[in-house]
């Protein structure tokens, strides 16, 4: 389902020293980390640490004031969003942005549409090459959507759907993509507590059945010690810890940072 690097295998993300400045203002401060292939790594922190701030630079919505991003080998540092895109970058936001009255299969096209080589005259004229084109998207579409459980859903508008199933309609049309890398920014919020285990089963299932690597924003920190395999955390623009759930779960700075604990 991914796309692959020369060396055969998607390559690792790699944010080194990034730093974001506005204004005088610094919101990232030389943030360093690595995402192996195929693994869930989670940015966390308080509100205002600076975590939308680095999904923004890797999206390419921000450009980055100093440091390097590279995935796979390729320098993506400063790269509009619609080239990161095309080199297999997918994002989901915070906020819902689902057309309002299209379908959920209409939705999930939408992601198909990087992908798509018919020529705007020949979808026009309805030639064989653009029906068959056509047929095979949402042939992918149908199995994207059975991988996420919105099988039943695709006929219906998306935005009559609860609130989680619209969530995973996000979700399932940045695969739609195909990406190499999929960025998600707090996709169980708001959710109750059936959708979040849904949704984490469905995250757990993209890395371990799809082999996509995953970056994730998320504040429910039951969700990230079961998803991820790496965390790095951010406080004020900086990295003040990284490595495993559990360590990072337990050191003095993190502590210090979400609870206002002094360190010893």
Known sequence: MTETDSAG???????????????????LDRVSFTVDPGSVHAVIGPNGAGKSTCFNVLSG???ATSGSVRLGGTEITGLAPDRIAALGVARTFQNLALPPQATVAQSLLLGRHRLTRTGFIAAGLRLPSAARESRQHLERVREIADFVGLADDLDRPAGVLPYGKQKLVELARALCMEPRLLLLDEPVAGMTADERRATAAVVAGVRDSLGISIVLVEHDMGV?????????????????????????????????????????
């Open 9 to 27: 295998t998607v390559g690792a993300l790699e944010v080194t020293d990034v730093t974001v400045r506005f204004a005088g203002l610094t919101a």
């Open 61 to 63: 919505v921000y450009r």
């Open 224 to 264: 990230v010690m079961r998803l991820a395999d790496a965390v790095t955390v951010l406080d004020f623009g900086r990295r003040i810890a990284g490595g495993p759930p559990a360590q990072v779960q337990s050191d003095p700075a993190v502590i210090q940072a979400y609870l206002g604990a002094p360190t010893p």
